[in-house]
């Protein structure tokens, strides 16, 4: 099976940033007790902009996805948890509020031991996935990196390409 990892597109030339979230709070990898922290249904801002593009997700400061991706993910893996954000425009004239769910994806150990490491804290030149360690798994975290790698397998790329969601992007992983 091949697999991919979840990315906001190339594509997207000017995304939506969010404005008053903690960044110590919404990060990349939140642990089990920070994410039972969070509180739910916060609030937060962004400055309108004519050309801003409101995708189905956000990888900044934390990985975020709208409703629709939220379902996707949830039905091939009914492990995730998630807390929503409504993000509203600074600018009280505009009437365009989106919303997002930030995710606690499950994590797996399954780093092949090739992965190319740049540092000692776990920040990865090449990602490479050790196909036994992943089994029949669709959507997860890979453990033991700072970097924030949710992965999904062909099946979920597929699905989430047939509902036409906007600025949602995949790059290939190695799996051996």
């Keep these: 099976m091949d697999y991919y990892r979840l990315i906001l597109s190339d594509s ?20 089990d007790e920070e994410f039972e922290k969070l509180p739910e249904g916060i609030v937060t801002f962004y400055k309108y902009q004519s ?7 956000l990888m900044e400061p934390s990985l975020m996805v709208s409703p629709k991706l939220k379902k996707v993910l949830q039905m091939y893996n009914n492990e995730i948890e998630a807390k929503s954000v409504k993000a509203f425009p600074v600018q009280k004239e505009i009437n365009l509020s989106p919303e997002y769910w930030v995710l606690h994806i499950p994590e797996l150990d399954c780093l092949n031991r090739e992965a190319v490491k740049i540092n000692p804290n776990g920040t990865v030149q090449e990602l490479i996935l050790n196909r036994n360690d992943i089994g029949e798994a669709d959507v997860f ?19 989430i390409l047939r509902r036409k ?4 992007g995949f790059r290939e992983v190695k799996v051996k």
């Excluded at 997207?12 to 642990?31: E, F, G, M, R, V």
């Excluded at 050309?51 to 997700?57: G, L, P, R, V």
């Excluded at 975290?141 to 699905?159: D, M, Q, R, W």
Aim: some cysteine.
């Design 141 to 159: 975290k890979v453990k033991g990196t700072l970097e924030n790698f949710v992965i999904v397998s062909l099946a979920v790329v597929e699905s």
């Design 51 to 57: 050309d801003i593009e409101i995708t189905d997700i």
């Design 12 to 31: 997207i030339k000017n995304k939506l940033l969010l404005t008053a979230l903690d960044t110590k709070c919404y990060k990349s990898n939140i642990s």
């Design 165 to 168: 969601m906007y600025g949602v």
